[in-house]
């Protein structure tokens, strides 16, 4: 089992200076202590994950500080993004790390985000698969057929070329079967997370994305890749952790709150999140800490947290990708990788 790094942090924490030494010095710590990878994500117009408008530019960084980690997107929002666009970013990426890029590629969820390019909303699901198909292309050196400013058609490539003859690509779900069969037939890996499924949902999933995976008609024997984010902190003490983080976590889910709602109201018919109560909010937001800190998190002691990774080990999970910046003090948070890298050893 692998452990990463998970950023998604509420921008209105902390001021303008040192706004990211927490990715940075957390990607330090990464890099010299075993993990995997450091993920940023992609996130717009609100403070919740408002420091990441481009997994790019985080990523960038992150390579100029690491030498052994990969450098990854959780989650490049394919429709918002021309796929030369992409695939030069990440390219520079790869160059920058010396061959260390990785991209989850999402649908996008949040319709405000599509400001940026609201003719990609109403298709945005199928143009993920569309995208990992021509980044690939691209990122091999191969030509795409384009119609340029003035009308004419035309070829693009991609430059710098990149270090790796492969893109990693993983496809991000929030927990729809018909995501995790689609990365298997795109042979690309999984990106997913425990809002809205339990570890026994989680695993048949992961079955049917290996079932696709293996049948591919150019199956060449990888077994797949499926990335779990969990909220983590861990302690040695399970009393203090817990009081850790209830009140920074509590604070994290209702910055979030109306947010998610909002995207459910598109599923949920009649639903007005904006008619609830603050009362109403602070009752479901303290029944939503009670449920992710018991069954949906990594959180507690290290013998507490290897209960949580022998069940997504068991579900078929190949890696932990550990969300660290939720509102808890950053020096807070940089002793508590110390107490997680004791979880990593002890479980590999």
């Known amino acids: 089992m692998d452990f990463s790094l998970f950023y998604f942090a509420d921008g209105a924490i902390g001021g303008p200076r040192g706004r990211y030494d927490l990715l940075l010095d957390g990607a330090r710590f990464a890099d010299t202590h075993g993990f995997a990878a450091v993920w940023t994500p992609e996130r717009h117009f609100h403070e919740f994950g408002g420091l990441y408008p481009n997994p790019a530019v985080t990523a960038a960084a992150v390579a100029a500080v690491t030498e052994r980690i990969g450098v990854r997107a959780g989650s490049v929002v394919a ?15 790869d160059n920058l790390s010396n061959g260390r890029a990785g991209v989850s590629l999402a649908s996008g969820w949040n319709a405000v985000d599509f400001a940026l390019r609201p003719e990609g909303y109403a298709d945005r699901k199928d143009a993920v698969l569309e995208t990992v198909r021509t980044v690939r292309s691209l990122w091999r050196g191969e030509p795409l057929a384009v119609t340029d400013g003035a009308g004419k058609p035309a070829e693009v490539k991609v430059f710098p070329p990149p270090v790796q ?23 690309a890996g999984v990106l997913t997370h425990l809002l809205g499924q339990d570890f026994d949902q989680l695993a048949e999933k992961i079955a049917l994305y290996r079932k696709a995976l293996a049948d591919r008609p150019d199956h060449d024997g990888w ?13 040695e003490d399970a009393d203090q952790v817990r009081e850790t983080v209830r009140e920074p976590f509590t604070a994290y889910l209702k910055s979030s709150f109306r947010l998610i709602a909002r995207s459910a109201t598109s599923i949920l018919q009649g639903f007005d999140v904006d008619k609830l109560r603050e009362s109403d909010i602070d009752f479901l937001v303290r029944r939503s800490f009670d449920t992710y800190y018991s069954s949906s998190g990594l959180f507690g002691t290290p013998a507490q947290a290897a209960a ?15 969300l660290i910046d939720f509102g808890i003090p950053d020096r807070t948070v940089l002793t508590g990788l110390e107490t997680l890298d004791e979880l990593r050893r002890s479980v590999q």
């Open 223 to 235: 077994p797949g890749h499926v990335a779990l984010m969990l909220h983590t902190y861990l302690g």
């Open 165 to 187: 003859a492969e893109l990693p690509i993983w496809v991000t779900s929030a927990g729809g079967p018909q995501t995790f069969q689609a990365a298997g037939q795109a042979g």
């Open 79 to 93: 429709p918002l993004h021309h796929p030369v666009r992409i695939a030069e970013e990440w390219s520079v990426v």
């Open 308 to 322: 949580v990774v022998e069940r997504a080990k068991a579900a078929g999970v190949d890696e932990l990708a550990c």
